[in-house]
């Protein structure tokens, strides 16, 4: 079991959000739940991760990285229990989150 | 149905089924994952927490009628009941008796009390049963679905016991002690748990059904349970008063007809189920036929 937190650069211009929290996934073998909220971080996004499977902070900074090239998000908090999901799920996982917190309209 | 246009209840996340379930856009989720409410003894055992503590709780509407629903996760820690679990669905039974709803809904998927939480684990099985119970008690219906891969055992299959109605799937397991725990304390030659057609004809819902534990036999598939607790909302169960007194009798009765059964299928034979070992292989609707109607018993 490891706590680990990573942070990015926001985007100078995010995408419309709808500003809900938005939640992606079940913590279960192999699975991991994305909870994305709205909080003011001063433009910068932050993500609190607890996972089963410890030693893994690089990939998750790869995967996290990759995910903030993917959406433009800023002022973002991400709250990831992960169960050792595979880094294609969590990408996964990420992106539905991500998805449903755009709202319906995007 | 065409088994390729079910949506499986089994395989739907609880939200998922909550979606599919409640009237569109009539749920309200109180405690929702934002407030991360979560376990404060998971993380002495190095288990991961979840933000909903694997349970999603609020007020909806089904079939129009105003309803408090609870869903356990049986993904998360195979639907355990923990502190946190519990004390959400107390807290939404306990509101369902004061805003005077409808029904209590549960969509039970639970291997009973999450053993990493001990006796608050416990407590809260007992004080959830002491909140069905009130509930009842002032004439509002507890109405539990059974069809999750984790099926009721131990406390939620007591919990399960305790509902007015019982609606399952052919999916669907209830019992109070899993198969491994009957083998472990009464020998392998008593219930082998490996045998997943012995486990199947003895836990499963069709049996569950046909004994009368489960008043409403269904397919595994979101729009069956969907139209059969519409079904039940609309003619809710008026428990008699001397249901306990009933209950025992019934018990009784089955223990003196049934009780030398070595098997299911024995069972099914006594109540007069022509061919009672094609049942397992049976579709759903089938077996809702071949119930004895009460009184029919031979």
Not at chain 2, 7 to 26: F, K
Not at chain 2, 257 to 263: E, H, K, T, V
Not at chain 2, 289 to 298: D, Q, S
Request: net charge negative.
């Amino acid at each position: 079991m490891e706590t680990l937190q990573f942070e990015f650069e926001g985007a100078a211009d995010p995408d419309p959000a709808a500003g809900c929290p938005a939640l992606a996934g079940v913590v279960a073998s192999g699975n991991l739940e994305v909870l994305l909220e709205s909080r003011d971080l001063g433009g910068r996004c932050r993500f609190d991760v607890r996972t089963a499977a410890d030693g893994f902070g690089a990939v998750w900074q790869a995967v996290l990285a990759d995910f903030m090239q993917r959406h433009r998000l800023r002022n973002v908090l991400g709250t990831i229990n992960d169960y050792a999901a595979s880094p294609a799920v969590v990408s996964l996982r990420l992106d539905q989150a991500a998805e449903s917190f755009a709202g319906p309209e995007s | 149905m065409n088994p390729v246009l079910r949506r499986s209840y089994s395989e739907a996340t609880a939200r998922q089924r909550v979606a599919a379930l409640m009237d569109p856009g009539s749920f309200r989720e109180l405690v929702p994952p934002a407030d991360k409410c979560t376990s404060p003894h998971l993380d002495a055992f190095r288990v991961p927490v979840s933000l909903d503590d694997g349970v999603v709780i609020g007020d909806a509407r089904a079939a129009g009628r105003p309803i408090g629903l609870f869903a356990q996760e049986g993904r998360f820690l195979g639907g355990a009941i923990g502190e946190i679990h519990s004390a959400k669905i107390v807290g939404l039974i306990r509101r369902a008796i004061r805003v005077k709803a409808a029904a209590v809904v549960g969509l039970l998927d639970s291997g009973g009390v999450r053993l990493q939480e001990a006796n608050a684990g416990e407590i809260g099985v007992s004080e959830i049963l002491r909140a069905v119970f009130d509930a009842r008690a002032a004439g509002i219906p507890v109405i539990g679905l059974v069809g999750g891969a984790s099926g009721v055992f131990g406390g939620a299959g007591i919990l399960s016991g305790c509902c007015d109605v019982l609606i399952v799937s052919d999916h669907g397991r209830v019992g109070v002690s899993g198969p491994e725990v009957i083998e472990t304390t009464q020998g392998v030659e008593a219930f082998d748990s490996r045998d997943r057609a012995l486990v199947w004809r003895t836990t499963g819902g069709k049996h569950r059904y046909l004994l009368g534990v489960a008043g409403m036999l269904v397919d595994d598939d979101l729009d069956a349970f969907r139209r059969a607790l519409a079904e039940t909302l609309e003619q809710p169960p008026r428990p008699p008063v001397d249901g306990v007194e009933r209950g025992w009798q019934e018990l009784e009765r089955r223990w003196n007809d049934w009780g030398a059964c070595r098997d299911a299928v024995e069972i099914w034979r006594a109540m007069g189920i022509r061919e009672p070992e094609r049942i397992p292989d049976l579709d759903v609707a089938a077996v809702r036929a071949a119930r004895p109607r009460r009184g029919e018993r031979p």
